[in-house]
């Protein structure tokens, strides 16, 4: 398997040897219960599986524990942030506790199942981004929070109450989505009072590429778990079919991938972005092998996309090291005046190598991308 991972295997060896721990990648993240964990060690767990390699699970197992304490308390997470990032990294608790049985890991992750009972939320019943974003759904969200609840219902739930789940990106839909070019916006402001939301429909004025990944690697995962009889399958598949279709429009010829403000790549400032160009190469892959997208076509763009990914961001260093280069390091609406969903924010935001979000799509963009190979014999 390992020569047909080749851009996955050669990623992973990279991240484990510049960062052994992931929480210590710069003053920044040490203490914090960060999102950014979760993204590439989701892509450690698919290789894991992929390969059955044990230094992959060691390498997920060494990055939580430091986190995770006997009795299930989770170091730097505080519920009552009712921040739906925290519930990310919570993943990997799942398959930290079938494999070792260790009753910390549940414990853990009932306490992240916990915040999602008091979360508050909009008139219809879909999370708040944030406490300090009130009555606002951001597309981010649903990758943070929806593949958590739905795996933690299935494991410990009895599969109750998935409704609760498939409504958050039939919500997030229907309030983000631009009718004009199908994308959807990066956030809605349910009461219409953000500085940067249009007050007829509260929608936020871009279409941030890692935005949309975001929601279509989260449709993706959700649909990998959701039972196909569930009865709201067959629109969450409809969702994910229409918001690839419409990012299919904007894929850059050229290149194959996508930019940072995705529909406008023409303009000046713009740029071909490695995160939102992952997510959405991996929701892509995802999509054909559940079935969901048609070979005619899809397969294709998928081709196209993924020898753009290594072409576009891809370096490797004089030792060997795998960098992927051209990622957004950060982009949010509101907390700060410049933070004003304009085009020039989204522009503004610095550029970096290796950061960790972009890492983490990369390495799982690869995973599903070169399993389809494998399994073809390619």
């Known amino acids: 398997m390992t020569d047909k991972t080749n851009w996955a295997v050669r990623m992973a060896g990279s991240i484990m040897e510049r960062t052994p721990l992931l929480y210590e990648t710069n003053e920044w993240y040490r203490g914090k219960w960060s999102y950014d964990y979760g993204v590439i060690l989701k892509g450690f767990e698919l290789l894991w599986r992929l390969t059955g390699e044990e230094k992959y699970f060691r390498y997920i197992r060494d990055n939580m524990d430091d986190f995770i304490g006997e009795d299930g308390s989770i170091k730097g997470y505080r519920p009552d942030e009712y921040n739906i990032d925290h519930l990310n990294n ?3 608790l799942f398959g930290l506790y079938k494999e070792t049985g260790e009753e910390k890991y549940k414990l ?24 300090i974003y009130p009555y606002q759904i951001w597309l981010d969200g649903l990758y943070m929070g929806s593949p958590f609840y739905l795996e933690y219902l299935l494991a410990f739930e009895d ?16 309030h983000t989505k631009d009718a004009k070019t199908g994308l959807l916006r990066h956030a809605w402001d349910e009461q219409r009072v953000q500085p940067w939301c249009d007050p007829q429909t509260g929608q936020s004025p871009k279409v941030w590429g890692r935005s949309v990944g975001w929601f279509v690697m989260a449709l993706a995962d959700v649909l990998e778990l959701l039972p196909q009889e569930h009865a709201d399958n067959t629109e969450l598949v409809r969702i994910l079919r229409d918001t690839l ?9 050229a290149s194959g991938v996508w930019y940072q403000v995705v529909n406008e790549g023409g303009r000046k400032g713009n740029y071909l972005e490695a995160s939102a160009s992952s997510m959405i190469t991996y929701a892509i892959a995802k999509g054909l092998r559940l079935g969901v997208l048609d070979e005619e076509g899809w397969a294709e763009t998928l081709e196209h996309a993924y020898a753009g990914l290594i072409d576009e961001f891809i370096t490797v260093t004089k030792r060997g090291w795998v960098n ?3 990622t957004c390091q950060v982009a949010g609406l509101g907390g700060d005046e410049r933070r004003d969903g304009t085009y020039a924010y989204y522009i503004s935001e ?3 190598t290796n950061d960790l979000k972009g890492l983490g799509a990369f390495l799982q963009a690869c995973g599903e991308v070169e399993a389809r190979r494998a399994a073809a014999g390619k």
């Open 324 to 326: 992927l280069n051209k």
């Open 350 to 352: 610095p550029i970096i």
């Open 108 to 131: 853990a992750a009932a306490n992240l199942r916990e915040q999602l009972r008091q979360h508050p939320r909009t008139s219809e019943g879909a999370f708040w981004h944030k406490q």
């Open 90 to 92: 919570g993943k990997l």
């Open 245 to 253: 279709t419409a990012l299919r429009k904007y894929q850059d010829a």
């Open 159 to 174: 599969g109750q109450g998935l409704e609760d789940v498939t409504k958050q990106f039939i919500l997030c839909e229907r």
